[in-house]
């Protein structure tokens, strides 16, 4: 099967630690995204990376950083420095039109 | 910056028609998206728009209007399924960044 996964569903950290979320496609697809979703909100983006080795903030990057080894895997560390880390991670790669989402980790932080 | 305003919720009967608007302002626009987002999940694709005019998928259809920086969402037929909330998200530019409106919680009652 072809798509987005995320793992875990569902992430308990406890406060000052460091998580990181993993995210793996096997679409082939070039660029790659992070978004958080906070309740009644819309996606605000992380971090993106349009190719292999690459990758630039987004609107929210600080307390986050990523990586970008492979083309099918684009891992997402949250780290203490982000002050309010308890949110629903989306990660979505993307077609030569559009995004497709992966599943989403829903990280709280206790 | 980005600027894209939905409204936040909206009730409609099951079997009715029902039309969600979509405002934006923003630089290197490249394109509109709707997407549907049940409680939980993962958005999923629903279309979207570069030229003006109308796209028409079975029940549903996207119109976009670049010079007023307006597009609208039309369900058809609704079903209690239809549920859930719509994202009106714009594409910026060459790097392909994308940016979500909060999203429209739409409430289908028998």
């Known amino acids: 099967d072809g798509g987005i996964t995320q793992s875990p569903k569902y992430l308990f950290r406890k406060e000052g630690q460091n998580v990181t979320l993993s995210c793996e496609q096997n679409?082939?697809?070039?660029?790659m995204y992070w978004y958080r979703q906070d309740p009644g909100q819309g996606l605000r983006l992380i971090y993106y990376?349009?190719?292999?080795?690459?990758?630039q903030k987004g609107d929210i990057a600080e307390g986050y950083s990523v990586s970008r080894e492979k083309k099918e895997s684009f891992p997402l560390t949250v780290t203490s420095a982000q002050k309010n880390p308890t949110a629903f991670y989306l990660c979505a790669s993307r077609s030569t039109d559009t995004q497709y989402f992966g599943p989403g980790t829903r990280l709280t932080v206790l | 910056g980005q600027n894209i305003d939905q409204p936040t919720e909206m009730t409609a009967t099951e079997g009715a028609i029902v039309q969600i608007n979509c405002t934006y302002q923003?630089?290197?626009?490249?394109?509109l998206f709707w997407y549907q987002q049940h409680a939980g999940e993962a958005p999923t694709f629903l279309s979207y728009n570069v030229l003006d005019g109308l796209e028409e998928k079975g029940r549903f259809s996207s119109f976009l209007s670049r010079s007023k920086g307006y597009s609208y969402l039309l369900l058809k037929e609704l079903q209690m399924k239809d549920s859930a909330s719509y994202l009106c998200a714009v594409r910026q530019g060459n790097f392909n960044k994308f940016y979500f409106g909060s999203g429209t919680k739409l409430n289908v009652k028998p």
């Open positions: 679409l082939n697809h070039d660029a």
């Open positions: 923003t630089s290197g626009f490249n394109g």
């Open positions: 990376s349009q190719i292999v080795n690459d990758f």
